[in-house]
Nanobody
Framework: QVQLVESGGGSVQSGGSLRLSCAFS????????MAWFRQAPGKERAGVAA???????TYADSVKGRFTISRDNAKNTLYLQSNSLKPEDTAMYYC?????????????????????WGQGTQVTVSS
């Protein structure tokens, strides 16, 4: 069974930065497509960024140029470097894992692609 544990959330002012981490355990990390999703109160869960098994990366338009996703297959860890944070980035951020190659943009940012989810880490950005 795959387990995902997020960390690194917190409260920052607009323009600040946070680095989120997701520790993966249970199976072979490198065989999984990984992604970050977020959900704000009253809104649906939305894909933020994903990194596939071959290293291909997809970002939501709202975070392009500000967020960077990366994975360390030696440490079984997924990261999300979030810079120039805005109040609209405030949400619960979730790590997700899907076995195998995700595919293109549609699949990498679609929650149905992913079987395993973490409990989430809260990011709050104040103006």
């Amino acid at each position: 069974q795959v387990q995902l544990v997020e960390s690194g959330g917190g409260s920052v002012q607009s323009g600040g930065s946070l680095r989120l981490s997701c520790a993966f355990s249970g199976y072979t990390y490198s065989s999984y497509c990984m992604a970050w999703f977020r959900q704000a109160p009253g809104k649906e869960r939305a894909g933020v960024a994903a990194i596939d098994t071959d290293g291909s990366i997809t970002y939501a338009d709202s975070v392009k140029g500000r967020f960077t996703i990366s994975r360390d297959n030696a440490k079984n860890t997924l990261y999300l470097q979030s810079n120039s944070l805005k109040p609209e980035d405030t949400a619960m951020y979730y790590c997700a894992a899907g076995y195998g190659y995700c595919g293109g943009y549609y699949y990498r940012l679609n929650s149905r692609t992913f079987e395993y989810w973490g409990q989430g880490t809260q990011v709050t950005v104040s103006s």
